[in-house]
């Protein structure tokens, strides 16, 4: 009977084996490099989603970082050394139209650690890439942990209407100046057919200051028109 189970599993590997690159591959490294690119990025989306909570996670940013190692360590296992594989997988690829919208740079550093790992994986070195994988994890969760880097809540961004007969040169500078330890103006564009400008502000507001009293001194001079004051997004900090 133990016979017959070898037998069925030899004859399984031997079926899955074959010559990829001058190097010999069978069912069971596949398993251990593909399954050990998967738990790496099990594990790195699990980073992701827990540092990443407060700025809004994404959902298929999650699932992202675990299918890239897996699928990236399978794409180099099956082209090893071939030229001729890893040319027709470049034609294919290339083929392929990316429409989701860009990324931030802290999504893209994600991306790129998954990337890494499957890489890593598909080689054959599910060691190296699991103990690099605890390192960046824990380098990683520190500076999520300690806001490195980060520019803090207090960093806003304000969008003001005024009407089209208003000029605007220096009109929020003295109250800017009273409510803000900095700021900048980012852009001024039309809206609502030309009828209205928007002035879009960088700030950075002091510490302590009432918000409410910001927004209603500003609405003093706008003539009551539309006063946003948002945390700055990704891409904003990216510009800045």
Not at 46 to 73: C, D, E, H, N, W
Not at 120 to 129: K, L, R
Request: aromatic share 12%; charged share 15%.
């Amino acid at each position: 009977m133990l016979l017959s189970a070898n037998s069925f599993f030899t004859a399984i590997d031997n079926f899955f084996s074959t010559q990829v690159g001058g190097e010999r591959l069978t069912i069971a490294s596949a398993f251990v490099n593909v399954g050990g690119a998967l738990l790496l990025g099990f594990i790195v989306a699990l980073l992701y989603y827990f540092t990443q909570k407060r700025a809004g996670s994404s959902t298929s940013l999650s699932v992202t970082l675990i299918m890239v190692p897996a699928v990236i360590a399978l794409i180099v296992l099956l082209i090893q050394n071939n030229l001729a594989r890893a040319f027709t997988l470049a034609g294919s690829l290339a083929i392929i139209r990316y429409r989701s919208q860009p990324a931030s740079p802290r999504d893209v550093a994600y991306v790129l650690f998954s990337l890494a790992i499957g890489i890593a994986c598909g080689i054959g070195y599910v060691a190296y890439a699991a103990v690099f994988t605890v390192i960046f994890c824990a380098i990683l969760f520190v500076i999520s942990l300690t806001g490195f880097g980060s520019l803090g809540r207090d960093t806003m961004l304000l969008k003001i209407h005024i009407p089209e007969n208003l000029s605007f040169d220096g009109i929020y500078d003295d109250i800017l100046n009273e409510y803000t330890d900095s700021w900048k103006l980012r852009r001024i564009q039309t809206t609502d057919f030309g009828t209205v400008f928007e002035l879009i502000y960088i700030v950075k507001l002091k510490k302590g200051v009432d918000r409410k009293q910001f927004i209603d001194k500003i609405r003093c001079k706008n003539g009551n028109l539309n006063v946003t004051l948002n945390l700055l997004p990704e891409e904003e900090i990216a510009k800045k």
